[in-house]
């Protein structure tokens, strides 16, 4: 049994930058692959990144190529989420998923846990 929290959300003016956080309580954290995903209102939930269970292989969506960057520490059992320039249309809620997957990147309907999200609001 894994338990993820995440934290660190808030608002922001677009350009800004925050870091979320996934913190996972269970001894197996280190062996799942770890995945962001994203809501926003009136649409479906969508892939954000991914990272690997050993760190070496991420992966993002096209949307945040370039300014979001994820990260973990299996000793912390945490995942990060690191956002740069960020815009209107990232705000949502930021949920953090913990599964397994041969892909290059974990699905929605592989993700064995989830948190409960967090709220990023990106003002213009």
């Known amino acids: 049994q894994v338990q993820l929290v995440e934290s660190g959300g808030g608002s922001v003016q677009a350009g800004g930058s925050l870091r979320l956080s996934c913190a996972a309580s269970?001894?197996?954290?280190?062996?799942?692959?770890m995945a962001w995903f994203r809501q926003a209102p009136g649409k479906e939930r969508e892939f954000v990144c991914f990272?690997?269970?050993?760190?070496?292989?991420?992966y993002y969506a096209d949307s945040v190529k370039g300014r979001f960057t994820v990260s973990r520490d299996n000793t912390k059992n945490t995942v990060y989420l690191q956002m740069s320039s960020l815009k209107p249309e990232d705000t949502a809620v930021y949920y953090c998923?913990?599964?397994?997957?041969?892909?290059?990147?974990?699905?929605?309907?592989?993700?064995?846990?989830w948190g409960q999200g967090t709220q990023v609001t990106v003002s213009s």
């Open positions: 990272i690997r269970w050993t760190g070496s292989w991420t």
């Open positions: 269970g001894r197996t954290f280190g062996s799942y692959d």
């Open positions: 998923g913990a599964g397994r997957t041969s892909r290059s990147y974990l699905m929605q309907y592989e993700v064995d846990y």
